[in-house]
């Protein structure tokens, strides 16, 4: 019998023996096999051979051990979690394309039709995602979207070129940066959307509504909450100033819902057969948000297709959250081993980290931006980093250790709002 030790299946998971134990048991059979005469010495041709066997057996127990860990859904990653999404009906999102949110400006009365295209100062082309009409203050507040999937980045006041030209209709701009793409979706975030999908055969909840408005083709983020009582409330008290539920005094049982990307029509009816009936919307009038700045309000007509024509009509309003830029000052010691490419090596890692990319949950609607999180990332980089410090900040020279974002924000990052300081 082997004196090499057995991985253990046990109602506590797969337990491996360590590296150090196994050597010994190889080392233990070989002198066995030989008599119990050699010498126990690992620069032996039979310390070499167990060495050898023992990173063999090592390696194997290490695959089983991952194979195992693929069947949980906190670890699984690949064609494992598509796998384990599948029961829930889910498959992963392809790369997604940067969003933008856009003021027009023109003629009142000026419709733009969906899939109009525009440019930025770079040359990327834009698509719009819903037809809109120019108000009567001769400006719209509309959503774009890049025609190339990927994390490409649109910093404020970069998309301005009217590419189609339409009679009435004279100008674009991007207030605030735009929300970057991504890749295909991450195992991060794929996780968060499967703990959140199992709602999704639900009704009136708003997780149910969270979960069916996520699955749409195109969205980014989502943030839901609700007033369940008879009187106006002033939303839940979150951190963060005026930026946040506070600032959206909610109707009396309303729900509030916030989406990045995603076409207008297809988000109001996915809330739309979600949410409880008789149930208001917390939204201010069309185009307007009760602070300058901030988050504005899309309202849908949304047919009752249960019924032949006329089809009973429903308003339904949601948010549509502004860009709002985050800031990163890095502290490096300074030494002549750094590399000269180190500043854009240290935006790339944040850039990541905030999108989720490397296995962390991304920074999300209604969430905090904490500079803690992003000290690995940067000294990952190479051992020849020495962090002093991470600070971060809704502001340039940012001072703080903590930037809280409103429900009515989507927080948004570029390489040029990281700045590497080498001291």
Same mark, same amino acid.
């Given at each position: 019998?082997?004196?090499?030790?057995?991985?253990?299946?046990?109602?506590?998971?797969?337990?491996?023996?360590?590296?150090?134990?196994?050597?010994?048991?190889?080392?233990?059979?070989?002198?066995?096999?030989? +008599?119990?005469?050699?010498?126990?010495?690992?620069?032996?041709?039979?310390?070499? *051979?167990?060495?050898?066997?023992?990173?063999?057996?090592?390696?194997?127990?290490?695959?089983?051990?991952?194979?195992?860990?693929?069947?949980?859904?906190?670890?699984?990653?690949?064609?494992?979690? =598509? +796998?384990?999404?599948?029961?829930?009906?889910?498959?992963?999102?392809?790369? #997604?394309?940067?969003?933008?949110?856009?003021?027009?400006?023109?003629?009142?009365?000026?419709?733009?039709?969906?899939?109009?295209?525009? /440019?930025?100062?770079?040359?990327?082309?834009?698509?719009?995602?819903?037809?809109?009409?120019?108000?009567?203050?001769?400006?719209?507040?509309? /959503?774009?979207?890049?025609?190339?999937?990927?994390? *490409?980045?649109?910093?404020?006041?970069?998309?301005?070129?009217?590419?189609?030209?339409?009679?009435?209709?004279?100008?674009?701009?991007?207030?605030?940066?735009?929300?970057?793409?991504?890749?295909?979706? &991450?195992?991060?975030?794929?996780?968060?959307?499967?703990?959140?999908? $199992?709602?999704?055969?639900?009704?009136?909840?708003?997780?149910?509504? !969270?979960?069916?408005?996520?699955?749409?083709?195109?969205?980014?983020?989502? !943030?839901?909450? =609700?007033?369940?009582?008879?009187?106006?409330?002033?939303?839940?008290?979150?951190?963060?100033?005026?930026?946040?539920?506070?600032? !959206?005094?909610?109707?009396?049982? &309303?729900?509030?819902?916030?989406?990045?990307?995603?076409?207008?029509?297809?988000?109001?009816?996915?809330?739309?057969?979600?949410?409880?009936?008789?149930?208001?919307?917390?939204?201010?009038?069309?185009?307007?948000?009760?602070?300058?700045?901030? +988050?504005?309000?899309?309202?849908?007509?949304?047919?009752?297709?249960?019924?032949?024509?006329?089809?009973?009509? !429903? #308003? $339904?309003?949601?948010?549509?959250? $502004? +860009?709002?830029?985050?800031?990163?000052?890095?502290?490096?010691?300074?030494?002549?081993?750094?590399? &000269?490419?180190?500043?854009?090596?240290? /935006?790339?890692?944040?850039?990541?980290?905030?999108?989720?990319?490397?296995?962390?949950?991304?920074?999300?609607?209604?969430?905090?931006?904490?500079?803690?999180?992003?000290?690995?990332?940067?000294?990952?980089?190479?051992?020849?980093?020495?962090?002093?410090?991470?600070? *971060?900040?809704?502001?340039?020279?940012?001072?703080?250790?903590?930037?809280?974002?409103?429900?009515?924000?989507?927080?948004?990052?570029?390489?040029?709002?990281?700045? *590497?300081?080498?001291?």
């Amino acid at each position: 019998m082997s004196s090499v030790p057995q991985i253990q299946f046990t109602d506590q998971g797969v337990i491996v023996p360590q590296e150090a134990d196994v050597l010994a048991g190889t080392q233990a059979d070989i002198n066995s096999a030989f +008599g119990g005469v050699l010498g126990p010495g690992l620069t032996t041709p039979q310390g070499q *051979v167990a060495s050898s066997e023992a990173a063999v057996i090592a390696d194997k127990d290490s695959q089983i051990l991952f194979l195992a860990n693929q069947f949980d859904p906190q670890y699984a990653s690949g064609r494992f979690q =598509d +796998g384990l999404a599948r029961i829930y009906f889910l498959t992963r999102k392809p790369a #997604q394309a940067t969003a933008v949110t856009c003021t027009l400006g023109g003629i009142a009365s000026t419709p733009i039709p969906a899939g109009t295209l525009a /440019q930025d100062t770079s040359g990327n082309s834009y698509i719009l995602l819903t037809g809109v009409t120019i108000g009567a203050g001769g400006t719209v507040v509309s /959503q774009w979207q890049n025609q190339v999937a990927g994390a *490409v980045a649109c910093p404020a006041g970069t998309l301005t070129r009217v590419f189609q030209q339409i009679n009435g209709w004279d100008t674009i701009t991007n207030p605030s940066d735009g929300i970057l793409g991504n890749v295909v979706e &991450s195992r991060a975030d794929f996780e968060f959307r499967r703990q959140n999908s $199992v709602a999704i055969n639900g009704r009136g909840t708003n997780q149910a509504i !969270y979960a069916n408005v996520f699955e749409i083709d195109n969205v980014l983020d989502c !943030y839901v909450l =609700d007033n369940p009582s008879g009187l106006e409330q002033s939303g839940n008290p979150l951190p963060g100033g005026t930026a946040n539920a506070s600032n !959206y005094p909610l109707a009396p049982h &309303s729900i509030y819902v916030a989406v990045v990307g995603g076409i207008d029509a297809q988000v109001a009816a996915a809330i739309w057969g979600k949410k409880d009936d008789g149930c208001d919307y917390a939204a201010f009038p069309v185009g307007q948000s009760p602070v300058p700045g901030m +988050g504005t309000v899309s309202t849908v007509t949304v047919a009752d297709t249960t019924y032949s024509v006329p089809q009973p009509q !429903y #308003q $339904v309003s949601f948010i549509r959250p $502004v +860009g709002l830029p985050i800031y990163f000052s890095v502290q490096i010691v300074n030494s002549a081993n750094l590399p &000269s490419n180190l500043t854009a090596l240290v /935006q790339a890692a944040i850039i990541a980290q905030f999108q989720g990319q490397n296995g962390n949950a991304r920074a999300r609607i209604g969430g905090s931006v904490i500079a803690a999180q992003y000290y690995a990332v940067v000294s990952n980089i190479g051992s020849f980093v020495t962090l002093l410090g991470v600070l *971060v900040g809704t502001s340039p020279s940012p001072s703080g250790y903590q930037a809280q974002v409103g429900i009515d924000q989507t927080p948004s990052i570029a390489a040029g709002n990281i700045t *590497v300081t080498f001291v």
